[in-house]
């Protein structure tokens, strides 16, 4: 990616190296694959786990530490703020093209081992993650180094379809999309369907920003996209059950299939419109 040189973000807060409060059990990066094993063979969620050692569920978005707010000088905190700045131009125009009303910019808050935030306090191993209740997407950068080791997916594409990817539940968020899908939940939808449908949303929109990063900023370069559709691939429910457990279970996947994710990133990738995302209209995903 022709990432040097291009726009970053002051939504950025740094709170890396900032120790966590409540007592919680902070759980390395090397943790995350013994987490995604407990999840498989229970079919829970892996933030049940976090939650069952680190702490108190849920904290007030008051009582946060703070940390450095404005650009990391560090050359991976600077790569996410120039990702976080693009997609900040990629959904202020598709908002104002759709008219989805303002768009509210995320703050990406970058942490080490462990961080509070208004949805508890949870470890680096639950992976990359975004908070509906503070509007903020928590990035332990050492994810990267899992991301590119374990999984097989380097690449500055791959790093990059990651934080699209979160930023794709914030506008999720904004246009009420995770509300409807927690009041499916509550009626006695299928949880778990019901996440598969809506990660797969959020790679189509790591997609879409995906087109126009590469159509108007000109931050793609050759090999970018098979970078991004690896990590997609690397990171489906049946290849890290296979990974962990030989086999895989359908039923209590909630991001979806390798092959699943391919589709709907590739898809935003071509399209680039929120019209093109609607998984919970598509009969086969």
Same mark, same amino acid.
Do not use: I
């Given at each position: 990616m022709r990432w040097m040189g291009q726009r970053e973000s002051a939504e950025v807060e740094d709170r890396r190296g900032i120790p966590v409060r409540g007592g919680g059990i902070a759980i390395g990066g090397g943790g995350v694959l013994l987490l #995604?094993? #407990?999840a498989v063979v229970t079919g829970r969620n892996p933030l049940e786990f976090i939650d069952l050692v680190s702490g108190p569920p849920e904290v007030s978005v008051d009582?946060?530490? =703070?940390?450095?707010? /404005?650009?990391?000088s560090d050359e991976g905190g600077r790569f996410a703020s120039v990702v976080l700045?693009?997609?900040?131009?990629? *959904?202020? +125009?598709?908002?104002?093209?759709h008219r989805a009303g303002e768009y509210r910019l995320p703050t990406l808050v970058l942490f080490s081992d462990a961080v509070e935030?208004?949805?508890? #306090?949870?470890?680096?191993?639950?992976?990359?993650?975004?908070?509906?209740?503070?509007?903020?997407v928590y990035l332990d950068l050492s994810f990267f180094r899992e991301l590119k080791d374990r999984f097989g997916a380097p690449g500055d594409f791959a790093r990059a379809y990651v934080i699209a990817h979160e930023v794709g539940h914030h506008v999720q968020n904004l246009l009420g999309i995770s509300d409807r899908v927690d009041d499916a939940r509550r009626g006695g939808g299928d949880g778990n369907a019901l996440s598969v449908r809506l990660e797969l949303q959020a790679d189509c929109f790591a997609g879409i920003w995906g087109h126009d990063a590469g159509r108007d900023a000109n931050l793609l370069e050759p090999g970018d996209v098979e970078e991004g559709l690896a990590a997609a691939a690397a990171i489906g429910d049946d290849r890290i059950q296979k990974r962990s457990q030989g086999y895989t279970?359908?039923?209590?996947w909630t991001h979806g299939s390798s092959?699943?994710?391919? +589709? *709907? #990133?590739? =898809? /935003?990738?071509?399209r680039g419109d929120l019209a093109a995302c609607d998984t919970f209209s598509a009969g086969e995903l």
């Open positions: #995604l094993l #407990l009582s946060e530490p =703070r940390g450095r707010l /404005g650009v990391p700045a693009s997609t900040e131009d990629v *959904w202020r +125009r598709q908002f104002a093209e935030s208004a949805c508890g #306090l949870n470890s680096s191993a639950v992976g990359p993650f975004y908070c509906s209740r503070d509007g903020k279970v359908p039923e209590t092959a699943m994710r391919v +589709r *709907w #990133l590739k =898809r /935003g990738l071509e």
